[in-house]
Antibody
Framework: EVQLVESGGGLVQPGGSLRLSCVAS????????MNWARQAPGKGLEWISY????????YYADSVKGRFTTSRDNAKSSLYLQMNSLRDEDTAVYYC????????WGKGTTVTVSS | DIVMTQTPLSSPVTLGQPASISCRSSQSLVHSDGNTYLSWLQQRPGQPPRLLIYKISNRFSGVPDRFSGSGAGTDFTLMISRVEAEDVGVYYC?????????FGQGTKVEIK
């Protein structure tokens, strides 16, 4: 079964940092583009990052550029999101999403930025 | 950025009746490779999103055939031929032709 499991969410103060992880199983992780997307409470979906299968191409939404860094470890079938300088508006459920077509979504991990 | 605009934002439907959602993009979604990367996703209450349709009209694995997609260029439609109770949720269109990827605002489908 294809599965994506996110972890690392929690409560953090404004200006703080957090690192999210996503472990993939059931498919050949190294062959797939991966994305991060998020959903603020009661709001719609927002794409935030894309990383190619070999990490040669990485793109970010303007809202997180310069603060968030996406990386992956194909040997561990894992995707990461390093989030720095967190703001109140970064509060959301963060999803790990497979492929350019965003065909498989994890269940998400919740990040709350609040003092 | 490409702006995706969905209508309606809310759609009360009768069980067994059809439902239709429109999505318009602010510019053509035809990629330089000739494909149009327009997808539809479903988000049931309390669940993560799920891909239904990709490249305008292709049903993803396991998606019932009552869901269909159509359109071209900047105008796209998701049709549910006969709405079932399990179809309640929010539906999003999404473009993956250009960065940043962008989503429509979402259309809430509920049963009358």
């Amino acid at each position: 079964e294809v599965q994506l499991v996110e972890s690392g969410g929690g409560l953090v103060q404004p200006g703080g940092s957090l690192r999210l992880s996503c472990v993939a199983s059931g498919f050949t992780f190294s062959g797939y583009i991966m994305n991060w997307a998020r959903q603020a409470p009661g709001k719609g979906l927002e794409w935030i990052s894309y990383i190619s299968s070999g990490s040669s191409a990485i793109y970010y939404a303007d809202s997180v550029k310069g603060r968030f860094t996406t990386s992956r470890d194909n040997a561990k079938s894992s995707l990461y999101l390093q989030m720095n300088s967190l703001r109140d508006e970064d509060t959301a459920v963060y999803y790990c999403v497979r492929s350019g077509g965003m065909d498989v979504w994890g269940k998400g991990t919740t990040v709350t930025v609040s003092s | 950025d490409i702006v995706m605009t969905q209508t309606p934002l809310s759609s009360p439907v009768t069980l067994g009746q059809p439902a239709s959602i429109s999505c318009r993009s602010s510019q053509s979604l035809v990629h330089s490779d000739g494909n149009t990367y327009l997808s539809w996703l479903q988000q049931r209450p309390g669940q993560p999103p799920r891909l239904l349709i990709y490249k305008i009209s292709n049903r993803f694995s396991g998606v019932p055939d009552r869901f269909s997609g159509s359109g071209a260029g900047t105008d796209f439609t998701l049709m549910i031929s006969r709405v079932e109770a399990e179809d309640v949720g929010v539906y999003y269109c999404m473009q993956a032709t250009q960065f940043p990827r962008t989503f429509g605002q979402g259309t809430k489908v509920e049963i009358k």
